[in-house]
């Protein structure tokens, strides 16, 4: 495994610029003046970004569509002849969306707050502290990245039955609470922070408890904010392990409860009601997509620019 | 400063989920309390038990967990049934979760085992007998029953679910597979009703005839493994060896033996000549193609039989199954489910939990159960003096009588009095994989290359591994 | 990055962890360690310890019992077509997914950063929103396009002349079909990592380039792609490890089938390990061989890391 000083080298040299790099990409920066030349650039990545995008509008027009139309027409149709809300009911009186939803946002939320606090901790350790073994731990914090999820799913399993926690916010959450990447991400930026403010908070006397408060977690809020969104949504895209963990139809989180609304049906599919069904799910993170998308955008930016 | 909100309430979360812990490390002895004095607070943990969403439930109801793999219209009708018990009485309040298909609910249950969230009465399939009454987890039927009970239903299901004492599991929705069929599609093409023993041959002939009449599709089915059980039995075949695993613990698959690979070579043959299209390891599917008019057949469970004939915009009618050109009809194997009650450790709700089991075979339930999905009654009052409504229902709904005549009619004795064990079912351990098993089949003819004989024994190759690794625990 | 020291970009000054000489010291560093070691400990080293048993054991349906193997398990995989079968679909898997996907990535993000001054938020969002979008809902919009009644892929290929595939049910196609959800699911990540990567490039290199009179094509053969190599690197790995952990998509598009066709290592493991009777043994002895696989590869691209990447 790569040793802390290569990984420290790797990345330092990379760090003052890479916020601003990353900025860029989330907020592109804009030439002066429009230029004819541009109309083939557009209307290439509008075909492009249409056909990314593709799959969300067809589930978004397919929710509003009645299912007499997705099934008895001979061609499928992009656009209903009819909008209905009807799907939208159907999914929702059909499987307890509003609980799967509630019981995301809980795993999510709770995933996110360990993740982000216990490595804002174990970041600044890392990154303030002199002390024995600090290479050593940093390297078992990095090779858990290497740890591949199957290997380790099936004991967690046994020991999260052991400790009584299936079906509970414990069961989903509590394997999750801590991320190295967290730890690794947070370290490079608190490692970036002008030294005379550190200087100037010890002739103050400041306790490290103090310093890591007051100077260090604001000064580095971009940092933590755009490892916040990551963290949310690899916590809210969960499936394997909600999956295996949860039976109780009162703590199945929204991913698995759309795969229990595409289990739950009998007669030929109702295609509308399951696309409202993924609509539904998919809200939560299309909305931080679009109010968040620079610190998401910058967050993700900044994990490649790292590498 | 906003970051310092940010910080407080990441904080205060932080502190939630560490009480969240604590609270839970409690939490595995609570939920067991929970479950025997409902009374129990409701924890924050996440509600082990959804008895915590009333708070305040009454200190005397007993509460039980009711695990089903009913998707859709037919869930629908057991929330029905599930209302009706729980307004019927004060004493016992039951909560039913659909657990997905019915492999889903079996690995769930088998995980729950494990993590100790198994519910007090499952609904499980046909294929898992073996299994659940080798988890040693459950309170036998027979236990609870009077002498005589289990005479009540009918002959095919009781046997079905009954080890040598007697009964261990309640039959509750029991089917056999039909056939559905267009009947306008039948007319246009000249077409006769199916006669009930009517053979490959005869079947490809109608193929024929409704092809050459414009039909896309003569039928349409899943890969799935039942219809492959069901016509291997229909044609007299066995699938495992000690008589089906009847007279002794399966040790060997045989479906690749005689009539099993006539029957694989027809189902595979249905697709590979286009008589049918490849849909897949689906129940739904196939019922999109069906009612959209492209199939003029589709094998289905006569549980289907409310939503087919409710869903299409054309005339459904109903067949049986067709049997091997080189043998006699035998008849079918009783499909389905049965409630398994899962001993939870208290006399007071596992008694409670049969009394919600016993309600869900009586004869209004059966009723309302059989006319509103097509899975036939399991009591054998209900079909030898029916009360009147049930006739005038048959009578206006011919397609719900298919599947109980497919089964009246089914031979379940030979000639020379010996039990003819084909229509009796296999029962092995790991059928449910072995069942996967058989789907794995039908692509390595359709796209792997092999012939119905090498599919099989390959397919039973692999089988007997699965068989060996059950049986190895149960020596 | 990399790139400025090239070009004599003064770098910043950052003060090292080895050499910061007035950090803090003591024990206490231990307490802010304490949590993220407590969850890693139990969730991440423990169990590499406890798979390791399993997969020297025989486990019983039911979980309770256990017989010791051996490297029983080991062998048999070793010896079943089946096993070798999932490994090969992981690295189909892996060719159909990383390298196409990487390829559309860079391509979208030269295309991206053409400084355009109006819309590019617009091409931007459309193209990035595959970034929020879980497996589990991928698996299911993808099902509707696979779907032979209903779907919009084979009835678009129609407009063409092409006759569709049966998408889920051919064991090619079932293949290709989980490829192109997944790294459709992957391209917003993977197109924003490659223009962060684009845009760390500095701009004063292409400027003399075009002084020198290098067309398009060979500035992004001989300034872009070499300068761009970290970032290629990151995305290899990253996406090398996320495809061969794909399951979400399996389980809702195809549940690993036609046959076995897309069974991969992982899949193949829950499988084993919790559908129908279980065989937790089994399942333990391929997730260990699928952890090694997984290893040998970030190993030798971390060694490539020093050797091949344009990097300093």
């Given at each position: 495994?790569?040793?802390?000083?290569?990984?420290?080298?790797?990345?330092?040299?990379?760090?003052?610029?890479?916020?601003?790099?990353?900025?860029?990409?989330a907020?592109?920066?804009?030439?002066?003046?429009?230029?004819?030349?541009e109309?083939?650039?557009?209307?290439?990545?509008?075909?492009?970004?249409?056909?990314?995008?593709?799959?969300?509008?067809?589930?978004?027009?397919?929710?509003?569509?009645?299912?007499k139309?997705?099934?008895?027409?001979?061609?499928?149709?992009?656009?209903?002849?009819?909008?209905?809300?009807?799907?939208?009911?159907?999914?929702?009186?059909?499987t307890?969306?509003?609980?799967?939803?509630?019981?995301?946002?809980?795993?999510?939320?709770?995933i996110?707050?360990?993740?982000?606090?216990?490595?804002?901790?174990?970041?600044?350790?890392?990154?303030m502290?002199?002390?024995?073994?600090?290479?050593?731990?940093?390297?078992?914090?990095?090779?858990?990245l290497?740890?591949?999820?199957?290997?380790?799913?099936?004991?967690?399993?046994?020991?999260?039955s052991?400790?009584?926690?299936?079906?509970?916010?414990?069961?989903?959450?509590?394997?999750?609470?801590?991320?190295?990447?967290?730890v690794?991400?947070?370290?490079?930026?608190?490692?970036?922070?002008?030294?005379?403010?550190?200087?100037?908070?010890?002739?103050?006397?400041?306790?490290?408890?103090y310093?890591?408060?007051?100077?260090?977690?604001?000064?580095?809020?971009?940092?933590?904010?755009?490892?916040?969104?990551?963290?949310?949504?690899g916590?809210?895209?969960?499936?394997?392990?909600?999956?295996?963990?949860?039976?109780?139809?009162s703590?199945?989180?929204?991913?698995?409860?759309?795969?229990?609304?595409?289990?739950?049906?009998e007669?030929?599919?109702?295609?509308?009601?399951?696309?409202?069904?993924?609509?539904?799910?998919?809200?939560?993170?299309?909305?931080?997509?679009?109010?968040?998308?620079?610190q998401?955008?910058?967050?993700?930016?900044?994990?490649?620019?790292?590498? | 400063?906003?970051?310092?909100?940010?910080?407080?309430?990441?904080?205060?979360?932080?502190?939630?989920?560490?009480?969240?812990?604590?609270?839970?490390?409690?939490?595995g002895?609570?939920?067991?309390?929970?479950?025997?004095?409902?009374?129990?607070?409701?924890?924050d943990?996440?509600?082990?038990?959804?008895?915590?969403?009333?708070?305040?439930?009454?200190a005397?109801?007993?509460?039980?967990?009711?695990?089903?793999?009913?998707?859709?219209?037919?869930g629908?009708?057991?929330?029905?049934?599930?209302?009706r018990?729980?307004?019927?009485?004060?004493?016992?309040?039951?909560?039913?979760?659909?657990?997905?298909?019915?492999?889903?609910?079996?690995?769930?249950?088998?995980?729950a085992?494990?993590?100790?969230?198994?519910?007090?009465?499952?609904?499980?399939?046909?294929?898992?007998?073996?299994?659940?009454?080798?988890?040693?987890?459950?309170?036998?039927?027979?236990?609870?029953?009077?002498?005589?009970?289990?005479?009540?239903?009918?002959?095919?299901?009781?046997?079905?679910?009954?080890?040598?004492?007697?009964?261990?599991?309640?039959?509750?929705?029991?089917?056999?597979?039909?056939?559905?069929?267009?009947?306008?599609?039948?007319?246009?093409?000249?077409?006769?009703?199916p006669?009930?023993?009517?053979?490959?041959?005869?079947?490809?002939?109608?193929?024929?005839?409704?092809?050459?009449?414009?039909?896309?599709?003569?039928?349409?089915?899943?890969?799935?493994?039942?219809?492959?059980?069901?016509?291997?039995?229909?044609?007299?075949?066995?699938?495992?060896?000690?008589?089906?695993?009847?007279?002794a613990?399966?040790?060997?698959?045989?479906?690749?033996?005689?009539?099993?690979?006539?029957?694989?070579?027809?189902?595979?043959?249905l697709?590979?000549?286009?008589?049918?299209?490849?849909?897949?390891?689906?129940?739904?599917?196939?019922?999109?193609?069906?009612?959209?008019?492209?199939?003029?057949?589709?094998?289905?469970?006569t549980?289907?039989?409310?939503?087919?004939?409710?869903?299409?915009?054309?005339?459904?009618?109903?067949?049986?199954?067709?049997?091997?050109?080189?043998?006699?009809?035998?008849?079918?194997?009783i499909?389905?489910?049965?409630?398994?009650?899962?001993?939870?450790?208290?006399?007071?709700?596992?008694?409670?939990?049969?009394?919600?089991?016993?309600?869900?075979?009586?004869?209004?339930?059966?009723?309302?159960?059989?006319?509103?999905?097509?899975?036939?009654?399991?009591?054998?009052?209900?079909?030898?003096s029916?009360?009147?409504?049930?006739?005038?229902?048959?009578?206006?709904?011919?397609?719900?009588?298919?599947?109980?005549?497919?089964?009246a009619?089914?031979?379940?004795?030979?000639?020379?009095?010996?039990?003819?064990?084909p229509?009796?079912?296999?029962?092995?351990?790991?059928?449910?994989?072995?069942?996967?098993?058989?789907?794995e089949?039908?692509?390595?003819?359709?796209?792997?290359?092999?012939?119905?004989?090498?599919?099989?024994?390959?397919?039973?190759?692999?089988?007997?591994?699965?068989?060996?690794?059950?049986?190895?625990?149960?020596? | 990055?990399?790139?400025?020291?090239?070009?004599?970009?003064?770098?910043?000054?950052?003060?090292?962890?080895?050499?910061?000489?007035?950090?803090?010291?003591?024990?206490?560093?231990?307490?802010?360690?304490?949590p993220?070691?407590?969850?890693?400990?139990?969730?991440?080293?423990?169990?590499?310890?406890?798979?390791?048993?399993?997969?020297?054991?025989r486990?019983?349906?039911?979980?309770?019992?256990?017989?010791?193997?051996?490297?029983?398990?080991?062998?048999?995989?070793?010896?079943?077509?089946?096993?070798?079968?999932?490994?090969?679909?992981?690295?189909?898997?892996?060719?159909?997914?990383?390298p196409?996907?990487?390829?559309?990535?860079v391509?979208?993000?030269?295309?991206?950063?053409?400084?355009?001054?109006?819309?590019?938020?617009?091409?931007?969002?459309?193209?990035?929103?595959?970034?929020?979008?879980?497996?589990?809902?991928?698996?299911?919009?993808?099902?509707?396009?696979?779907?032979?009644?209903?779907?919009?892929?084979?009835?678009?290929?129609?407009?063409?002349?092409?006759?569709?595939?049966?998408?889920l049910?051919?064991?090619?196609?079932?293949?290709?079909?989980?490829?192109?959800?997944?790294?459709?699911?992957q391209?917003?990540?993977?197109?924003?990592?490659?223009?962060?990567?684009?845009?760390?490039?500095d701009?004063?290199?292409?400027?003399?380039?075009?002084?020198?009179?290098?067309?398009?094509?060979?500035?992004?053969?001989?300034?872009?792609?070499?300068?761009?190599s970290?970032?290629l690197?990151?995305?290899?790995?990253?996406?090398?490890?996320?495809?061969?952990?794909?399951?979400?998509?399996?389980?809702?598009?195809?549940?690993?089938?036609?046959?076995?066709?897309t069974?991969?290592?992982?899949?193949?493991?829950?499988?084993?390990?919790?559908?129908?009777?279980?065989?937790?043994?089994?399942?333990?002895?391929?997730a260990?061989?699928?952890?090694?696989?997984?290893?040998?590869?970030?190993?030798?691209?971390?060694?490539?890391?020093?050797?091949?990447?344009?990097?300093?």
């Amino acid at each position: 495994m790569t040793s802390v000083d290569e990984v420290a080298t790797g990345a330092d040299q990379a760090s003052p610029p890479f916020e601003r790099e990353a900025d860029e990409v989330a907020r592109p920066q804009r030439s002066a003046r429009f230029r004819w030349g541009e109309i083939p650039v557009h209307v290439i990545l509008i075909g492009i970004g249409l056909l990314v995008a593709a799959p969300i509008f067809i589930a978004f027009f397919m929710s509003f569509t009645p299912l007499k139309e997705i099934v008895s027409r001979p061609d499928p149709k992009l656009l209903p002849d009819t909008w209905v809300f009807e799907n939208y009911r159907t999914a929702w009186n059909a499987t307890p969306f509003g609980r799967y939803m509630l019981n995301s946002f809980v795993q999510t939320g709770l995933i996110t707050a360990g993740q982000v606090l216990f490595s804002i901790l174990a970041a600044y350790a890392f990154a303030m502290f002199d002390f024995r073994f600090k290479n050593a731990l940093f390297a078992i914090v990095i090779g858990s990245l290497f740890v591949p999820f199957e290997l380790i799913f099936i004991p967690n399993f046994i020991t999260i039955s052991d400790l009584g926690w299936a079906n509970t916010y414990a069961g989903l959450a509590v394997p999750f609470l801590a991320s190295a990447f967290g730890v690794f991400m947070l370290r490079q930026f608190f490692l970036t922070l002008p030294r005379d403010l550190f200087d100037a908070a010890k002739v103050d006397g400041a306790s490290n408890w103090y310093y890591l408060w007051k100077v260090v977690v604001p000064l580095s809020k971009g940092g933590i904010s755009a490892f916040t969104i990551f963290a949310f949504l690899g916590a809210w895209n969960q499936y394997l392990w909600p999956l295996i963990i949860t039976n109780d139809e009162s703590m199945r989180t929204a991913q698995i409860g759309i795969r229990f609304f595409l289990v739950n049906q009998e007669r030929a599919t109702d295609w509308g009601a399951i696309m409202a069904g993924a609509m539904i799910v998919m809200v939560p993170t299309l909305i931080v997509f679009l109010v968040a998308q620079k610190q998401l955008v910058k967050g993700i930016a900044m994990s490649g620019l790292k590498g | 400063m906003k970051m310092r909100k940010i910080l407080a309430l990441l904080l205060a979360l932080a502190m939630v989920a560490t009480a969240c812990g604590s609270d839970s490390e409690t939490g595995g002895t609570e939920a067991t309390e929970a479950t025997t004095a409902t009374t129990a607070a409701p924890s924050d943990d996440g509600g082990t038990d959804s008895g915590t969403d009333d708070g305040e439930a009454m200190a005397d109801v007993i509460e039980i967990d009711f695990w089903h793999a009913m998707a859709d219209d037919l869930g629908a009708v057991v929330d029905t049934l599930v209302d009706r018990y729980n307004s019927s009485q004060d004493a016992v309040k039951v909560n039913s979760t659909f657990q997905g298909s019915y492999d889903d609910t079996y690995n769930a249950l088998l995980a729950a085992f494990e993590t100790g969230t198994e519910p007090n009465i499952v609904q499980n399939f046909d294929l898992a007998a073996q299994t659940m009454f080798d988890t040693g987890r459950l309170v036998p039927a027979h236990t609870l029953m009077a002498p005589g009970d289990a005479d009540a239903y009918l002959a095919a299901p009781r046997d079905y679910y009954s080890d040598e004492t007697g009964m261990v599991a309640l039959a509750f929705n029991s089917s056999t597979p039909i056939v559905y069929y267009n009947a306008d599609m039948f007319e246009a093409a000249g077409l006769d009703a199916p006669a009930p023993d009517w053979t490959f041959s005869d079947f490809l002939s109608t193929c024929d005839a409704l092809e050459a009449n414009g039909v896309e599709f003569c039928v349409t089915f899943g890969t799935v493994g039942w219809f492959f059980e069901q016509i291997l039995a229909n044609s007299g075949g066995l699938y495992f060896n000690n008589d089906n695993g009847r007279t002794a613990r399966a040790t060997e698959a045989v479906f690749n033996q005689g009539q099993g690979v006539e029957v694989f070579e027809f189902l595979t043959g249905l697709i590979a000549d286009g008589h049918a299209p490849n849909l897949g390891n689906t129940w739904s599917d196939t019922d999109s193609v069906f009612f959209a008019g492209q199939a003029a057949m589709n094998f289905d469970s006569t549980s289907g039989a409310r939503g087919m004939q409710d869903g299409a915009d054309f005339e459904v009618k109903t067949a049986f199954i067709p049997h091997s050109d080189s043998s006699e009809r035998n008849g079918v194997v009783i499909g389905g489910a049965a409630l398994w009650l899962i001993d939870s450790g208290d006399d007071a709700e596992n008694a409670a939990a049969w009394d919600f089991m016993k309600f869900m075979t009586e004869a209004d339930q059966q009723v309302t159960w059989h006319t509103g999905t097509g899975y036939f009654p399991v009591l054998a009052s209900l079909q030898d003096s029916p009360p009147a409504e049930l006739n005038t229902f048959w009578q206006e709904n011919p397609n719900f009588v298919t599947a109980i005549e497919q089964l009246a009619t089914t031979k379940t004795v030979n000639d020379d009095l010996t039990i003819n064990y084909p229509v009796l079912g296999g029962r092995a351990g790991p059928f449910p994989e072995i069942r996967r098993i058989i789907v794995e089949a039908y692509d390595a003819v359709l796209n792997g290359g092999l012939s119905a004989q090498e599919a099989l024994d390959e397919a039973a190759a692999k089988a007997n591994q699965a068989l060996a690794d059950y049986n190895a625990f149960f020596e | 990055m990399a790139a400025r020291a090239d070009v004599g970009t003064p770098t910043v000054e950052v003060p090292r962890p080895g050499v910061l000489k007035r950090a803090f010291k003591g024990s206490s560093a231990y307490l802010y360690l304490a949590p993220t070691f407590i969850i890693l400990a139990i969730f991440v080293y423990f169990p590499i310890v406890s798979s390791l048993r399993l997969s020297l054991n025989r486990v019983a349906p039911f979980g309770s019992q256990e017989i010791f193997v051996g490297a029983e398990n080991y062998s048999r995989l070793l010896g079943s077509d089946e096993f070798w079968n999932t490994v090969k679909v992981s690295l189909w898997f892996m060719v159909g997914t990383v390298p196409v996907g990487i390829v559309v990535a860079v391509a979208i993000a030269l295309l991206l950063s053409y400084p355009v001054r109006r819309m590019s938020w617009l091409h931007r969002m459309l193209i990035f929103v595959p970034v929020v979008i879980s497996s589990a809902i991928a698996g299911v919009l993808f099902r509707l396009l696979y779907n032979p009644v209903v779907g919009f892929i084979n009835h678009w290929l129609g407009f063409i002349g092409i006759d569709g595939p049966n998408w889920l049910t051919d064991r090619t196609f079932a293949l290709v079909a989980v490829i192109i959800t997944v790294t459709w699911r992957q391209l917003g990540f993977n197109v924003i990592i490659a223009l962060a990567g684009l845009q760390s490039i500095d701009d004063t290199l292409y400027e003399a380039a075009k002084v020198d009179g290098a067309t398009a094509w060979q500035r992004i053969r001989h300034i872009t792609l070499p300068m761009l190599s970290p970032t290629l690197f990151f995305l290899a790995v990253i996406n090398v490890i996320i495809s061969l952990q794909a399951f979400g998509e399996i389980n809702i598009l195809t549940d690993g089938g036609p046959g076995q066709a897309t069974t991969n290592l992982v899949y193949s493991v829950f499988v084993d390990a919790f559908v129908g009777t279980s065989f937790r043994g089994l399942a333990s002895a391929q997730a260990f061989m699928l952890a090694i696989i997984i290893m040998i590869f970030s190993f030798l691209q971390f060694r490539g890391l020093g050797k091949k990447v344009h990097y300093q």
